[in-house]
Structures are given as structure tokens and as C-alpha cells.
């Protein structure tokens, strides 16, 4: 909840430093006006686009944001899979391992539940990917493990031929890699 916190935090910093820039002018200029812009953008996304809870049931995945409610159901789902690892790089799975989709499929499987067991491949938080190859975030950072034993259970009962990314790593202290 820290990272859903920080992005409202943000989007009103930005949009307060531009109200200030406004206020010091007297007047309008460009300058304040694109960081107001700016700052907008953040809110709405935001408000639309950051998860604030995740269901998982018969009927498909459900996310809920500030201001909207998405669903989406299993015939639409191709896939679940990791975001980028949560140093900030912007890596998807898709350059090293061919997607979400085939994270499963490739080497990197265990061969018996097809649950994809490289560490790159299970830093990040979870992501959903539809048929048309949209991805959509579930979760900023990993989930605990009994989540991951929660979710994974219900991809088995609601959608058994789905690919699930394998569980978040965890350092050998019991703490968060």
C-alpha cells in the first residue's frame, strides 16, 4: 500500500509545485502550465490505473482502482506473470524469456507444475496479460508467500491450463530479496 500511497503523494506535489509556479508569477506561463499538465497525468493515472485490491474468483480477475472497477474474465486471460523486478529497470519478461505466455513453456520450467522457477522471472509483482497481449498490474511488489499459495490454487480450480510465474524469491533470513 506504501507505492499506492506515494503515487497520490506525488501527483499532488507536482500539481501543488505548479499551483506555486502560478502564484509566483502572477499570471500564466508556459513553464507551470506543462507541470501542471504533468501532474494531472500522474493523478489520473493514479486514480484509474493503480490497484488498490485484487480479486480472484469463478468469475475472473478483478481489479479495483480509486475510480474504476475492471474485470477481467478467464476466457480473456492468457497468462499471469511477473512486472519488472523492483530495481526499477523496465525489463518485462518478454526479453529474456518470450512473455508471461511462455514463461511456462521455456526452459526454465520445473517440468512438473508448470510454474516457471527462474529468479529474474520472479522479482517483480504480478501482472495479468489478456488474449490481445495487454498487461495489466496486480500487485507493485511480491506477494507473501501463503498469497502466492492462494492465487496459485485458484488459477488451478477456475483456469487449469493457465501459466503461473513461479513464487517470489526470498533471501535465506526469511526477508524480501
Same mark, same amino acid.
Do not use: Q
Given at each position: 500500500?506504501?507505492?499506492?500511497?506515494?503515487?497520490?503523494?506525488?501527483?499532488?506535489?507536482?500539481?501543488?509545485?505548479?499551483?506555486?509556479?502560478?502564484?509566483?508569477?502572477?499570471?500564466?506561463?508556459?513553464?507551470?502550465?506543462?507541470?501542471?499538465?504533468?501532474?494531472?497525468?500522474?493523478?489520473?493515472?493514479?486514480?484509474?490505473?493503480?490497484?488498490?485490491?485484487?480479486? =480472484?474468483? +469463478?468469475?475472473?480477475?478483478? *481489479? /479495483?482502482? $480509486? #475510480?474504476?472497477?475492471? %474485470?477481467?474474465?478467464? &476466457?480473456?486471460? @492468457?497468462?499471469?506473470?511477473?512486472?519488472?523486478?523492483?530495481?526499477?529497470?523496465?525489463?518485462?519478461?518478454?526479453?529474456?524469456?518470450?512473455?508471461?505466455?511462455?514463461?511456462?513453456?521455456?526452459?526454465?520450467?520445473?517440468?512438473?507444475?508448470?510454474?516457471?522457477?527462474?529468479?529474474?522471472?520472479?522479482?517483480?509483482?504480478? =501482472?495479468? +496479460?489478456?488474449?490481445?497481449? *495487454? /498487461?495489466? $498490474? #496486480?500487485?507493485?511488489? %511480491?506477494?507473501?508467500? &501463503?498469497?502466492? @499459495?492462494?492465487?496459485?490454487?485458484?488459477?488451478?480450480?477456475?483456469?487449469?491450463?493457465?501459466?503461473?510465474?513461479?513464487?517470489?524469491?526470498?533471501?535465506?533470513?526469511?526477508?524480501?530479496?
Amino acid at each position: 500500500m506504501a507505492f499506492v500511497a506515494i503515487s497520490y503523494i506525488s501527483a499532488a506535489l507536482v500539481i501543488a509545485l505548479a499551483t506555486l509556479g502560478f502564484v509566483n508569477a502572477g499570471g500564466f506561463l508556459l513553464l507551470p502550465f506543462f507541470i501542471m499538465l504533468f501532474g494531472l497525468f500522474l493523478a489520473l493515472v493514479a486514480v484509474l490505473d493503480v490497484p488498490l485490491r485484487v480479486v =480472484v474468483g +469463478e468469475t475472473g480477475v478483478e *481489479r /479495483r482502482c $480509486l #475510480l474504476r472497477h475492471h %474485470r477481467l474474465p478467464w &476466457d480473456r486471460v @492468457a497468462a499471469f506473470g511477473r512486472s519488472s523486478s523492483e530495481s526499477g529497470v523496465r525489463r518485462y519478461l518478454k526479453s529474456k524469456t518470450g512473455g508471461a505466455r511462455t514463461a511456462a513453456r521455456s526452459g526454465k520450467d520445473d517440468g512438473k507444475s508448470g510454474v516457471a522457477t527462474d529468479k529474474k522471472a520472479t522479482k517483480g509483482g504480478l =501482472v495479468v +496479460e489478456d488474449v490481445r497481449r *495487454r /498487461r495489466y $498490474l #496486480l500487485s507493485f511488489g %511480491r506477494e507473501r508467500p &501463503d498469497e502466492y @499459495a492462494l492465487l496459485a490454487e485458484a488459477v488451478a480450480t477456475y483456469a487449469p491450463g493457465l501459466s503461473m510465474p513461479g513464487p517470489p524469491f526470498y533471501s535465506k533470513r526469511g526477508g524480501r530479496l
